[in-house]
């Protein structure tokens, strides 16, 4: 360990390994989505745009999150790989610097782009950025705040679709409200049903959290409700939008099994949770032809 600490390499690894690279897609896509459907162009502002929520703001939230749990994750036997890093200590500065770094090079490229014509996308940037920070850092801890984590979860993800929207000048409709409202119960689901995993080492570590608060079983029903809730709401969304009201039911099913699971076995619902990863892909392609679609009918 000693050798490998003073490897660039090794840093380099696992510097982008707190990143969690099999989730920058879910916070790149909505982004590029909202913005090509709403202006149907590609240009700098779009690749440009991409990029900051592909790495850096994902550096910047998983980064933080990776310092400040340390402690905690030293406990929680999922960390070390793909689910979380688990950093030493000695590269905490590090992945916190290259994480505000990143973010003030490529977000100041991307607010340069965007110009000064559209005043509410420095509004969305700011609280997009704020749940950055507030979910994991000291003093605020947003994670620890049971129903308060979920939300703040769902808006990391949620909010770069509102910044594309925002920077895009799009009009904001009930159908769109449908889609966001469709997106952030799927976000507050997403998160509820990672944290029952995580229920034992939380509660030993004196971590608090919605699975912590309301119990395993409960918080996987409240999750599949959200889950079938998003789907309904994106029958209200204008064409192909309701053809994604399917892709609510193989999360359900991914959860289901764990519908009665007890705190004592809660770990178990990690098959659950790796089920749901590899759903994002399947779900991305689908949104993702769907989304291609819907630009050439526009076109």
């Not at 100041?108 to 005043?119: D, K, N, Q, R, Y």
């Not at 705040?145 to 509102?162: E, G, K, M, N, Q």
């Not at 009201?245 to 193989?250: C, E, F, Y």
Request: charged share 10%; with cysteine; aromatic share 12%.
């Amino acid at each position: 360990m000693t050798e490998q600490l003073g490897t660039a390499g090794w840093k380099t690894r696992q510097v982008v390994l707190s990143s969690r690279p099999l989730s920058w897609i879910n916070t790149a896509f909505p982004f590029a989505a909202a913005y090509l459907v709403s202006t149907g162009r590609i240009d700098a502002l779009l690749v440009v745009g991409t990029l900051f929520f592909l790495i850096p703001y994902n550096l910047l939230m998983y980064g933080i999150n990776d310092v400040f749990d340390y402690e905690s994750d030293l406990r929680n036997p999922r960390k070390g790989g793909a689910e979380g890093a688990l950093l030493h200590p000695a590269l905490h500065r590090t992945v916190i610097a290259a994480g505000v770094v990143s973010v003030g090079i490529v977000g100041g490229a991307m607010i340069v782009l965007a110009g000064v014509g559209h005043p509410l996308s420095w509004v969305v940037l700011a609280v997009s950025l704020f749940a950055v920070v507030a979910y994991s850092v000291r003093g605020l801890r947003f994670k620890e705040r049971p129903i308060l984590d979920s939300i703040t979860s769902s808006t990391h993800f949620v909010s770069p679709a509102v910044y594309g929207l925002a920077v895009a000048g799009a009009t904001i409709d009930c159908g769109l409200l449908a889609l966001l409202g469709a997106f952030f119960l799927w976000g507050m689901a997403s998160h509820a049903f990672g944290a029952v995993q995580d229920v034992e080492p939380d509660r030993h570590a004196g971590i608090a959290s919605i699975a912590t608060a309301l119990g395993a079983w409960p918080t996987v029903r409240l999750t599949i409700t959200f889950w079938a809730l998003a789907g309904l709401l994106m029958l209200a969304t204008p064409w192909p939008g309701p053809l994604t009201a399917v892709l609510a039911v193989p999360y359900i099913l991914a959860a289901l099994p764990f519908w009665s699971v007890s705190d004592e076995l809660s770990d178990t619902a990690n098959r659950g949770w790796k089920r749901f990863l590899w759903l994002n892909f399947f779900t991305g392609f689908f949104v993702t032809m769907l989304l291609i679609f819907s630009v050439r009918q526009g076109a």
